[in-house]
């Protein structure tokens, strides 16, 4: 096992495009690292770069102590899982998984008692002799991490491994990787643009952006301060609400003095009420959709200007879309006109341009 450090980490291609732009983060022994962000953002090309199948433009990754800018993908101790499994065809679950061992000139003994003890921890025993094709996308990828296993790798790198699954099955593999994590303790780094995914895995989540890191750290405490309007708009399902405000809103509604800004309020964090809690905001709304998911409905609405009510009630804020995420399935009919509240301590306060998180 070790710890994987990027200092400053930069890939330029030819032509002058920067998709890394001098990231840093740190993973300790035995953590499992997240990298999540929107298509394109650079995660899948800075895993690649840990996994030593592009090269590194400036800066370094440290593997376990070592830098390895110009070590071979074979001799950094690292295992990775590919989205599309991988496999050989033509050979059987035990071949595939050995085949990476047999190549390394290992004894067939220690070959064999490798295997059986991946495809006993993974459930594949009875699955053995059978070949790729006869195997569902869930067994297909336990092979795969199997031949990961099997190689007692000091790092293991997922490349989005789960994508390629339906929902239900996604959901209980994601569960198996995570056990399986925390029963080998292998430091691992998995890339993903689910954030759900992401939030559930990781001890550290790395947010990417733009070739950037946008915040790092523990998935709740992301989640409960995002750092930034990006990071608060794609870290929660629904995303955060966000709007707008003039300094003199910002003044009179929540007591912060400055700049214009932005504020941020999570769609679970709104009441319907008539009342104003003291130092929060309050919203009128009309319903413009609901959506029904068993233990939970989501309002859609809009924030229609109503000059009158708003100057009689000066803590309520101008017009938009707004979604709520209220508990149980009963919920106003659409076209109903109702008012909604979140108390100061769920206010999220950003700068002008979405950069930069303003403590209330």
């Known amino acids: 096992m070790a710890n994987v450090t990027l200092r400053n980490v930069r890939k330029t291609y030819p032509g002058g495009f920067e998709a890394i732009k001098g990231v840093n983060v740190d993973v300790a022994d035995g953590q499992f690292c ?11 090309t800075l895993l690649r770069m840990v996994a030593g199948l ?3 433009s400036g800066g370094e990754i440290d593997i376990g102590g070592r830098v390895v800018n110009q070590v071979e993908p074979a001799d950094r101790d690292i295992a990775m899982v590919f989205q599309n499994y991988a496999l050989y065809p033509h050979m059987s679950v035990f071949n595939n998984m050995a085949y990476g061992l047999r190549n390394r000139g290992m004894k067939e003994a220690e070959v064999k008692t490798r295997v059986d003890e991946a495809a006993r921890v993974l459930e594949l025993t009875p699955m053995l002799e059978r070949k790729p094709r006869q195997l569902s996308g869930g067994q297909r990828q336990r092979v795969a991490m199997g031949r990961a296993i099997v ?4 790092v293991f790198l997922f490349d989005e491994p789960l994508s390629n699954l339906d929902a239900k099955l996604r959901i209980a593999m994601r569960v198996e990787i995570r056990k399986l994590q925390r029963r080998l303790s292998t430091t691992s780094i998995y890339v993903t643009h689910d954030q759900l995914e992401a939030m559930t895995l990781a001890d550290i989540l790395v947010v990417m952006n733009g070739g950037q890191v946008e915040q790092f750290g523990n998935p709740l405490a992301i989640y409960e301060k995002p750092a930034t309007t990006f990071v608060a708009s794609f870290i929660g399902a629904p995303p955060m609400n966000l709007m707008s405000m003039r300094a003199d809103e910002i003044k009179s509604q929540i007591g912060n003095s400055g700049d214009a800004g932005i504020l941020g309020i999570r769609p679970e964090d709104f009441v319907i009420t008539d009342q104003t809690p003291a130092g929060g905001v309050a ?3 009309t319903v413009e959709a609901i959506e029904r998911v068993g233990a939970e409905t989501f309002i859609y609405g809009s924030r229609k200007q109503d000059e009158q009510r708003i100057a009689a009630n000066p803590g309520e804020l101008p017009p938009g879309e707004v979604i709520v995420r209220i508990p149980g399935s009963e919920a106003p009919p659409i076209g109903q006109k109702i008012r909604v509240a979140a108390v100061r301590a769920k206010l999220h306060l950003f700068s ?3 950069r930069t998180r303003i403590e209330a």
């Open 283 to 285: 919203l009128p709304l």
């Open 34 to 44: 997240v990298l999540v962000g929107p298509s394109g953002c650079g995660k899948s």
């Open 352 to 354: 002008d341009d979405g």
């Open 151 to 154: 190689r007692q790798p000091k």
């Open 54 to 56: 592009e090269t590194v």
